[in-house]
T-cell receptor, first 115, second 114 residues
Framework: AQTVTQSQPEMSVQEAETVTLSCTYDTSESDYYLFWYKQPPSRQMILVIRQEAYKQQNATENRFSVNFQKAAKSFSLKISDSQLGDAAMYFCAYRAYWQGGKLIFGQGTELSVKP | DTAVSQTPKYLVTQMGNDKSIKCEQNLGHDTMYWYKQDSKKFLKIMFSYNNKELIINETVPNRFSPKSPDKAHLNLHINSLELGDSAVYFC?????????????FGPGTRLLVL
């Protein structure tokens, strides 16, 4: 069975600094997708970034980038120039290529941003 | 315009009651999903439908029954509510059946069973 593990229940970062959130996963599939979703206090789930496993290049979206290490099954999220609005719960998620869209989530990391 | 909407946003009810949560998407997507987020914020898929056809049915008690009148709507009906059903329920949608496209989530419905 596929699993996703986020080993940091809470993280804290100073405004304008950089923070990295960790995620590891376990799968025997070779084709899959990985995601980071953000859930602010409003509860809305917002897609932050997406990575296809077949792509070697790490995905980036403005201040958000990932470090995808396929052999190590690691998928960390780096947030640069942290802003107060980045404070939220962050979920790492996995989806196999042929499993009909089933997203498997990690436990989440609560990120706080200090002014 | 809201892409994926859910009603109601909050639902407080007594044990043993039957309740429904409605979901609608105006994105023209073919696939819709229900996820449950428990008190520890853990998210898990419950069901998915593609164009009114059930695709994913996780190990969910049969008190939970999804109903899809058309591809833009996926409602969740829960019979004989139990305390453990208290959670936030999220609806989501994506363009394709295989789920390769990004899933867009609704705002969630917080259900509290007393």
């Amino acid at each position: 069975a596929q699993t996703v593990t986020q080993s940091q229940p809470e993280m804290s970062v100073q405004e304008a600094e950089t923070v990295t959130l960790s995620c590891t996963y376990d799968t025997s599939e070779s084709d899959y997708y990985l995601f980071w979703y953000k859930q602010p206090p409003s509860r809305q789930m917002i897609l932050v970034i997406r990575q296809e496993a077949y792509k070697q290049q790490n995905a980036t979206e403005n201040r958000f980038s990932v470090n995808f290490q396929k052999a190590a099954k690691s998928f960390s999220l780096k947030i640069s120039d942290s802003q107060l609005g980045d404070a939220a719960m962050y979920f790492c998620a996995y989806r196999a290529y042929w499993q009909g869209g089933k997203l498997i989530f990690g436990q989440g990391t609560e990120l706080s941003v200090k002014p | 315009d809201t892409a994926v909407s859910q009603t109601p946003k909050y639902l407080v009810t007594q044990m043993g009651n039957d309740k429904s949560i409605k979901c609608e998407q105006n994105l023209g997507h073919d696939t819709m999903y229900w996820y449950k987020q428990d008190s520890k914020k853990f998210l898990k898929i419950m069901f998915s439908y593609n164009n009114k056809e059930l695709i994913i049915n996780e190990t969910v008690p049969n008190r939970f029954s999804p109903k899809s009148p058309d591809k833009a709507h996926l409602n969740l009906h829960i019979n004989s509510l139990e305390l453990g059903d208290s959670a936030v329920y999220f609806c989501a949608s994506s363009q394709d059946r295989e789920g390769r496209e990004t899933q867009y989530f609704g705002p969630g419905t917080r259900l509290l069973v007393l």
